[in-house]
């Protein structure tokens, strides 16, 4: 019965707020419609008590939701024994009837708040990004994800569903009614893997009947961390390229990569075949999604045609590597037309300062391998602007230690690369067991 409280609570509701506003403008009040919202809002606190019967521990929203149902349903009541009572036109019958509708808006907002968290309806504060980082924390950033989306709303400390909490490490691993939720190292074993894979109409199946399920990914993504000891520091830097969990996080990055790139323009396979060639590769990033990967390689007989031909889908390449072409001011331009590049790969290049200004317009490039070309000063000065840029390889330039100390200065965040120190190679030299011949 308990089952049924979601299901009529939007009666009385309705019911009695149109019958407050009746009252409050001073039109008659149908007996019908009185009589049905007072039975109603009975029949939906009685409802909503059997209901909480299933939380286990009772947190203070769960209680005042209850009681203030209960007190919603109770002076209904006494509202309809007023208004038979012919005393419905009465002061102390208007009074009833805006404590009533007070009543019906907190308890909607304690009940809300179970459903759907503390903070649904407070002022935006600083929360877990809805975008996965890129190297996250695989139990903030993934797992307490996906606890928080299909679990937590019934394990929780306002509802605690056989007295269990999965807000925390601690939380899970003390379990609830059934034992410890996790064993560390041995998922198999462990009571949340376990009703995770049962039938889903079994009565101890995790999530229950009419509750969002979990994905076969996100099961395997919990099983992989559990049997990694359920670190909390553990990031996906971290992690082999050959454990499994590596490429589950991966393929659960990629919703966040499609709306990342959702109003790139729409470009079919046929046109991507178009611009392939033996010296130019490219693929999208991931799946459908219309981000490309454009890498390039020196032909017998080199033209500036080879990039300035895929000018057409510019805004389409987020990585372009055309590192060892003889480029020039031509090829620049083409590239600075790729508003949406990400990735730029120009080392071992002839470009100098006097071509690498026209790059100053990519607002979005984040990574930047330069090295190994005859850029100065003037160019380090130049990517000063972009803001987007989170790292840069610089060795083998004729960039001078000034320079690179003001731009370090202007920019701590940038990470950059200037390859081995002559110190340090010649110390690897000296020590290497292999005599050349």
């Known amino acids: 019965m308990g089952h049924w409280h979601p299901v009529v609570l939007h009666f009385p509701i309705v019911l009695l707020l149109i019958s407050v506003f009746l009252g409050l403008t001073g039109k008659k009040i149908p007996k019908v419609l009185l009589t049905v919202a007072t039975i109603t809002a009975l029949i939906t606190a009685i409802s909503g008590f059997f209901l909480g019967t299933g939380a286990g521990t009772k947190g203070d929203l769960l209680f005042w939701h209850q009681w203030l149902g209960g007190g919603v349903a109770l002076l209904a009541v006494v509202w309809y024994w007023l208004d038979a009572s012919d005393l419905g036109s009465k002061m102390y019958t208007k009074a009833v009837q805006i404590i009533l509708a007070g009543l019906i808006g907190f308890t909607g907002h304690y009940g809300g708040m179970i459903t759907h968290g503390e903070d649904f309806l407070a002022l935006p504060v600083e929360k877990r990004a809805d975008e996965i980082p890129e190297n996250p924390l695989i139990y903030h950033d993934i797992v307490s994800r996906i606890l928080d989306e299909s679990c937590v709303k019934c394990h929780n400390p306002n509802k605690t569903k056989g007295e269990l909490l999965m807000t925390s490490i601690p939380e899970l691993l003390k379990g609830g009614e059934s034992g410890p939720a996790i064993i560390p190292g041995n998922y198999e074993e462990s009571e949340l893997i376990v009703r995770l894979h049962l039938p889903h109409e079994h009565e101890d199946h995790m999530p229950p009947e009419g509750e969002t399920h979990l994905t076969d990914s996100e099961i395997q993504i919990l099983e992989r961390w559990i049997a990694l000891n359920i670190s909390d520091t553990l990031r996906l830097s971290h992690l082999d390229n050959n454990e499994p969990l590596l490429a ?98 120009v080392d071992r290049t002839p470009i100098t300062d006097l071509e690498t200004d026209t790059l100053k317009v990519l607002s979005k490039l984040r990574t930047l391998k330069i090295y190994d070309t005859a850029i100065g000063d003037k160019t380090l000065a130049t990517f000063n602007h972009i803001e987007s840029l989170e790292q840069i390889y610089l060795w083998k330039t004729q960039i001078t230690d000034e320079a690179l100390l003001e731009f370090r200065t202007a920019k701590p965040l940038v990470r950059i690369n200037t390859g081995v120190d002559l110190e340090t190679q010649a110390l690897f030299l000296k020590k290497d067991s292999i005599t050349e011949k």
């Open 248 to 345: 589950l996080v991966e393929a659960m990055k990629q919703p966040d990569l499609a709306r990342k790139w959702e109003k790139l323009p729409v470009i079919t396979d046929s046109t991507i075949t178009r611009f392939t060639s033996d010296y130019v590769t490219i693929k999208r990033l991931a799946g459908n999604l219309n981000a490309l990967r454009v890498n390039m390689y020196t032909p017998p007989e080199y033209s500036p045609d080879l990039i300035t031909d895929l000018s057409s889908i510019a805004s389409n390449i987020v990585e372009l590597d055309v590192s060892g072409l003889p480029i020039g001011k031509v090829e620049l331009s083409m590239i600075a037309a790729c508003n949406n590049l990400e990735w730029l790969e």
